[in-house]
């Protein structure tokens, strides 16, 4: 058997183990999640079977997961950049399976078993050594052992809110769940509470069907929270299933409520689809065939805001809801998007309103405060928005900016958080956690068979989740490096809490002889690990001070 200890931003695939990625040891923060891994080569097939064992004073806080291989048919657009791992259809490694005695590796074949350290904030500072023994059979076939630094700081809690579109919808279809089911609920919730764990805390929060990624025409199944009644123009409303969402979400660790769009994706031409009960009979009240600016729908706002915001008030969390008009409109639906945004102002004033958006001039027309651009055109809003935000999806896979698709080296998902905080943003946003449908929504699709969402977009991008037999969620390595460049950014803030912000961007930007952005950053993988490595031991030092 051949093993090799590698960080874990390696990803590896079955013939091939990637050059410069060993490892020797780690340092973390107190309270911090930080990840490792040990490819693995049975040599026959008598050595498949493999018995993982760990001796080590941390081994209760260790987690090990097997990297499990995903079929990829669109590894990435042609037009995509050179940062890339293959350019090929094939299999790519990256959901999770939790580690069982009766986990078997392919033979001939490179493997990777993740290990993940849950390092306690309550864990002494210290070195902390830990022993892997890999056997078959009873005999042990391989061996390692790593040094755990354990740093005396606890990492500062997330300040970054980060929302990563979640879609009960897909849950409620795979699991053959019916919505607000209590079978639904307690999937819901598993997969909200993953989430939190990997930094997610903010949460889009279906109050009607989000109308996202839905074929013009078509519709998504209601997930819709808020209950309607409706007799004659009047309108009254129950908010018993939104109540329960919301607190299932604070119960997690969720922090900030993204109350999902009040009108139709790319420029608000119609209502979302809403459903109502009138003489005794739910049937959809409004939807694609409602124009967005018309009086019917004005007249249900009117109706919904005061209902709505008496809610959100008994429930505590008014300080914590932001709201949306649209999503990515352009330049052609500013006539409909300015009259769809005088509505949610309107009628929801005082909070926060936001949008995927990156053309600068829409911006300059004051529809909104708080834009979120993509990565590749931030430049104009810096400096120009009273907070920074900022997007990726499908269309950042040119021009080198961070994104997450199976074909990326992980170091291009991790250097996010590093340049998150010296653009000192206060969100980021991404579209697809748990999205298992085809694009425009027309029909399901299995996440461990169809990566592409059949064929639209670059295998990655549609979701960061893998469906559990249990009805709890498998995680991804993508999901965990993340999360990585999340506690990046916060031992970042961490040193700048000892020492200046001055002084952390600093020691960000020492070694390169050019300004860190989102389009110009090293690309190697160890100058991101020797990073954080160096600011894990300046914190130490200034401990001291």
Not at 231 to 250: A, P, Q, V, W
Not at 380 to 408: I, K, L, S
Not at 454 to 469: E, H, L, R
Request: proline share 6%; net charge negative.
């Amino acid at each position: 058997m051949k093993t090799q200890l590698l960080n874990s931003l390696a990803k590896v695939f079955p013939d091939e183990l990637p050059d410069g990625y060993g490892l020797s040891g780690i340092s973390a923060l107190e309270g911090e999640s930080v990840s490792f891994q040990l490819a693995v080569y049975p040599q026959s097939r008598s050595e498949s079977s493999v018995s993982v064992s760990l001796n080590s004073p941390v081994a209760e806080y260790i987690k090990i997961y097997t990297v499990g291989l995903i079929p990829s048919a669109l590894p990435c657009y042609e037009d995509t950049d050179d940062f890339l791992l293959r350019r090929t259809p094939g299999k790519y490694p990256d959901v999770l399976y939790p580690y069982t005695a009766e986990t078997r590796l392919a033979c001939s074949a490179w493997s990777s078993l993740w290990f993940e350290v849950c390092v306690p904030d309550s864990l002494s500072a210290g070195s902390y050594p830990v022993r892997i023994s890999v056997s078959s059979g009873g005999e042990e076939l391989a061996s390692h052992e790593i040094t755990l630094t354990v740093i005396g700081a606890v990492l500062p809690a997330q300040t970054l809110l980060h929302t990563n579109w979640f879609h009960s919808d897909c849950l409620s279809t795979y699991y053959k769940a019916p919505v607000f089911s209590e079978e639904y609920w307690k999937i819901t919730e598993s997969f909200i509470k993953t989430a939190a764990e990997h930094g997610i805390n903010m949460l889009l929060t279906p109050i009607f069907t989000p109308p996202l990624d839905t074929q013009i025409g078509g519709e998504r199944p209601t997930v819709q929270l808020i209950d309607v009644y409706k007799s004659g123009t009047t309108y009254s409303f129950g908010f018993e299933n939104f109540e329960r969402f919301i607190k299932i979400c604070l119960e997690n660790g969720i922090q900030a409520f993204e109350i999902s769009h009040l009108f139709t994706q790319w420029g608000a031409i119609a209502a979302p689809k809403i459903m109502g009960w009138e003489k005794d009979r739910c049937k959809r009240l409004f939807g694609w065939e409602t124009r967005a600016g018309g009086a019917k729908y004005k007249n249900f706002l009117s109706q919904l805001a005061p209902a709505l915001n008496a809610e959100i008030d008994r429930l505590g969390i008014r300080e914590r809801c932001h709201f949306h008009v649209s999503d990515e409109p352009g330049l052609l639906q500013v006539p409909t998007y300015r009259k769809a945004s005088k509505l949610v102002h309107e009628f929801f004033p005082g909070y926060p309103v936001m949008d995927a958006l990156s053309d600068y001039e829409f911006f300059k027309k004051g529809l909104l405060k708080t834009p979120i651009p993509s990565e590749n055109h931030v430049e104009p809003f810096v400096g120009n928005t009273d907070e920074f935000w900022t997007y990726y999806c499908c269309g950042q896979h040119r021009e080198y900016v961070p994104n997450r698709f199976f074909a990326m080296p992980s170091q291009r998902n991790r250097v996010l958080g590093f340049l998150l905080y010296k653009y000192n943003a206060a969100g980021f946003l991404q579209w697809g956690y748990n999205f298992w449908y085809s694009q425009y929504s027309k029909h399901e699709i299995d996440p461990f068979k169809v990566s592409d969402a059949a064929g639209a977009f670059p295998s990655g991008d549609a979701y960061v989740v893998y469906p559990g037999s249990d009805g709890s969620p498998l995680c991804s390595l993508r999901l965990k490096v993340f999360r990585d460049g999340l506690c990046d950014m916060r031992a970042l803030q961490k040193l700048e809490a000892l020492t200046s912000r001055e002084y952390a961007l600093e020691v960000l930007a020492r070694g390169t002889d050019y300004e860190l952005t989102f389009k110009a950053y090293p690309h190697e993988a160890q100058w991101l690990i020797d990073k954080r490595e160096e600011i894990n031991r300046e914190i130490a030092a200034h401990l001291s001070h």
